[in-house]
């Protein structure tokens, strides 16, 4: 029993020194002071000031063939022969295909009957044998007959309006042209031809830059496939409306193809240059990217020997200096490009040479 008491007090004991301890160990928030940091850092600055650089403006698109035409006759009709196949170069004025000569004869026949009848009627008219409503009547019949031989001919012997490439045929000698839509563009045609060089593209272009775009501006042309190749083009159409919907006007761009590498649905970065700008410049070791984000800021040096973080964004960039873009900053600031990597808003400074 004695033994049990003393257990008893010597936990009592144990109770109030465990007690007593936790209660001093306790701070009160309020009355604890944050250590201000009083480090003077070193630091180098720079004076901010603009630059002329140049402002391209760059935009996805798809390659066109500069023109395309899908080709038939002004009628149906039988086809005699097509001279040429999928993938065949053609010249301006080849002939590609020759439609059934029946009409054509016909034609050529009622012509030449009109053409005598007309000269007869020219010279009894002359000589006052004839009167003037009947020598209108043959001139008229001779008119109509030639502009229908003309109409045939043009439609019987189909030549090639363009330098291009054959890169469709939907029929072949024998068939009936019918003149039922029969291409992937949903129009009638007996071949598709393209031109390839130049090629083209239409580019949308946002609508801020509509006063900036000219006529002949020039343009640099990259495809994925030649990675190293620049093909060089120029605007050569500015459309005259701006889309509701996209707040984007389009232009068209000539791309220049002599080797023919490049071919229609290529897809294609063009850059445009629209002219030149005056801009912040920096050097890419005076902004510092915050751990984690993507957020970028710059260090200035106050004139009382501390700092001011200000949030940029990133422009152009050319080798190892930036545009830097904020309404916070202006020309003749004292941004740091040394000695910032520990710096925060407000810290202690000290500028070196």
């Given at each position: ?35 201000a ?45 097509i ?21 054509l ?6 012509y ?64 009936l ?17 393209m ?25 640099d ?12 083009g ?27 590498v ?45 700092t ?19 309404e ?11 000695g ?13 040479q």
């Amino acid at each position: 029993m004695k033994q049990i008491k003393i257990l008893f007090a010597l936990s009592l004991v144990a109770l109030v020194v465990v007690s007593c301890g936790k209660k001093t160990s306790v701070e009160d928030p309020a009355t604890t002071e944050a250590v201000a940091d009083t480090t003077v850092y070193k630091v180098k600055v720079m004076t901010l000031a603009q630059q002329k650089i140049a402002r391209p403006v760059e935009y996805n698109a798809n390659l066109m063939p500069y023109e395309e035409i899908n080709y038939a006759p002004a009628s149906p009709g039988r086809i005699e022969e097509i001279m040429v196949e999928i993938g065949t170069r053609v010249s301006k004025g080849q002939v590609i295909a020759r439609m059934e000569a029946t009409q054509l004869q016909q034609a050529k026949e009622q012509y030449e009957n009109a053409r005598s009848n007309f000269e007869r009627m020219d010279t009894l008219y002359k000589l006052n044998s004839i009167s003037e409503q009947v020598y209108e009547g043959a001139k008229t019949q001779y008119e109509v007959s030639k502009s229908s031989y003309d109409f045939l001919k043009k439609n019987t012997l189909l030549v090639s309006p363009i330098n291009g490439i054959v890169t469709g045929k939907y029929f072949e000698g024998g068939e009936l042209y019918s003149g039922a839509p029969n291409t992937p563009a949903g129009k009638a045609a007996i071949v598709t031809l393209m031109q390839i060089n130049p090629m083209k593209a239409i580019v949308s272009i946002s609508e801020k830059y509509f006063p900036l775009t000219k006529k002949g501006m020039k343009a640099d042309v990259k495809v994925d496939i030649f990675p190293n190749r620049t093909f060089k083009g120029e605007i050569s159409r500015i459309y005259p409306t701006i889309s509701a919907d996209t707040r984007s006007f389009e232009v068209e761009i000539v791309i220049n193809n002599n080797d023919e590498v490049l071919r229609p649905g290529m897809f294609s970065r063009v850059s445009i240059n629209m002219g030149q700008i005056d801009a912040l410049i920096l050097p890419a070791i005076a902004v510092v990217k915050q751990e984690g984000t993507n957020d970028r800021y710059v260090f200035l040096a106050n004139g009382d020997n501390t700092t001011r973080k200000i949030k940029v964004e990133i422009g152009q960039r050319f080798d190892d200096k930036l545009e830097i873009i904020s309404e916070e900053l202006k020309e003749g600031d004292q941004v740091i490009f040394a000695g910032q990597d520990k710096l925060m808003d407000k810290s202690l400074i000290t500028i070196v040479q």
